[in-house]
């Protein structure tokens, strides 16, 4: 059974004496047994008769059954597969030929990398195939291509647990770090001071949903968080599927170095101007933030090229996605939006969990906060195309603009000229309170701004 099999292509990548030296430890010892099942499943094996004895043994531990040499053959008989693992006299051999049980673990990780290896021959084979048959073009094949690949390298057969011990002593440090920085901030920083204080900063994990009616400056807030977390050191990726590269580098300059938009975007620019804009332009250097304008883009994609800005950087702390009704999963009819939506929101939260960073993403409103007489301040219930945005959202923030409605049905006319206010809501907090802050608006440099405590009068800061 052990000989080399014959074939007439290269034998696929494998160890079988790694192979029987796992098999043998869990036969020998109950600790070999838990430490080989976090990192093996039964298709790690190259051997059929070696992947059978691992699932009888794992599936005797699940049930309670103690495994020996002589509970495990007896489960094999039941199974009817004792004779094609070599009965007895193999179990025997595996048990004889393993003599550092505490090994497992190292032999556990060989078979892995092995398993491994044989998947990624198996995924060429495939890419191949795809691209001899010409019946897909190239980009569908890449994307499905980087997919498998990445969830090759990203595999874990099994999610370790953490003995709940554990977990108390991180949340101790925890809140002994937070008490030592004196309540400071932990999370990425807002840059606005009363949405800081409700929130606590934005929090590695975390799908934010940041939804307002067009026009009311969705793209504008989430710009002034990036540009703000990018100057204290955070990494941060802002995809663009609306606004170019060159538009939304308008919008960052014209807000950090307080020249008009329009002025910028005409060329209509004063001396000091120019100060203000090569002044605006020194503080993006060594910036780490990156902005891609694909105006298509599935969540598989966006997720590989956070992983390779990830590796590249070093980290990613915050990503900025404007905005979801632009996304698609691809394979969904028209009539099956709301459901594709949910399946677009539920990928970037687990983006955004396997990533370990924050995520923005824009979301457009109904029009119900037009349509309500008095109020208009927007409702979870508003949230555009799906409910599954308002479940798979950790924070829901809308912004309402005061001067956005000059009476219930009538919309107001912007004095481009004057800072006015906008209410930000933090409608949904997961893991903390909710509440609401107001900010100022400064339309001529598509930005916002913090106001003064003692400040009444709207848009000074």
């Avoid at 599927?241 to 060159?246: A, I, T």
């Avoid at 923005?360 to 309500?372: C, H, K, T, V």
């Avoid at 001067?403 to 930000?424: H, P």
């Amino acid at each position: 059974m052990d000989e080399e099999r014959s074939t007439n292509v290269p034998v696929p990548p494998q160890d079988i004496e790694a192979e029987k030296a796992v098999l043998g430890a869990m036969l020998k010892s109950q600790d070999a047994r838990a430490d080989v099942s976090s990192i093996l499943t039964p298709g790690d094996f190259y051997l059929n008769e070696h992947q059978e004895i691992f699932r009888t043994m794992l599936e005797m531990e699940q049930k309670g059954v103690g495994v020996d040499i002589t509970t495990v053959y007896s489960a094999l008989r039941q199974r009817k597969t004792a004779e094609m693992v070599g009965g007895i006299t193999y179990l025997s051999r595996l048990m004889d030929e393993t003599i550092v049980v505490s090994n497992a673990k190292f032999y556990a990780d060989t078979v892995s990398d092995k398993s491994k290896m044989r998947q990624l021959i198996s995924e060429a084979e495939r890419i191949r195939e795809s691209a001899y048959s010409s019946e897909l073009p190239p980009g569908d094949i890449l994307d499905t291509a980087e997919q498998r690949i990445l969830e090759i390298a990203q595999k874990t057969q099994r999610t370790r647990y953490t003995d709940i011990s554990e977990v108390i002593v991180e949340n101790i440090k925890e809140i002994q770090e937070l008490e030592r920085q004196g309540g400071e901030i932990k999370g990425i920083e807002t840059g606005f001071r009363d949405v800081d204080k409700i929130l606590g900063g934005f929090q590695k994990t975390d799908l934010i949903i940041l939804a307002a009616r067009p026009g009311v400056g969705k793209t504008a807030f989430a710009l002034n968080i990036a540009e703000h977390a990018a100057a204290i050191g955070h990494k941060v990726m802002v995809f663009s599927l609306e606004m170019s590269n060159l538009q939304l580098g308008q919008r960052l300059l014209s807000m950090t170095s307080s020249v008009p938009l329009e002025n910028i975007r005409r060329g209509e620019i004063s001396p000091e101007d120019w100060d203000s804009l090569s002044a605006a332009q020194d503080s993006f250097y060594g910036a780490d933030m990156v902005i891609d304008e694909s105006s298509s883009i599935t969540p598989i994609e966006m997720k590989n090229k956070c992983r390779r800005y990830k590796q590249e950087k070093g980290g990613l702390d915050l990503v900025i996605i404007d905005y979801l009704q632009l996304m698609s999963m691809g394979g969904y009819r028209i009539e099956q939006r709301e459901k594709e939506i949910g399946a677009i929101t539920r990928s970037i939260k687990i983006m955004a969990k396997e990533l370990g960073c924050a995520v923005i993403l824009l979301s457009q409103l109904s029009r119900g906060p037009e349509q309500r007489g008095g109020d208009h301040m927007p409702k979870l219930s508003d949230l555009r195309d799906s409910g599954a945005i308002e479940q798979d959202a950790d924070v829901v923030i809308f912004l309402k603009r005061e001067d956005y409605y000059q009476s219930d049905d009538e919309r107001a006319q912007v004095d481009n000229s004057t800072g006015l206010t906008c209410i930000v809501n933090i409608a949904k907090h997961r893991n903390g309170p909710v509440g609401s802050a107001t900010l100022a608006w400064v339309p001529r440099y598509v930005k916002f701004g913090n106001i003064a405590h003692e400040q009444s009068v709207p848009g000074q800061f």
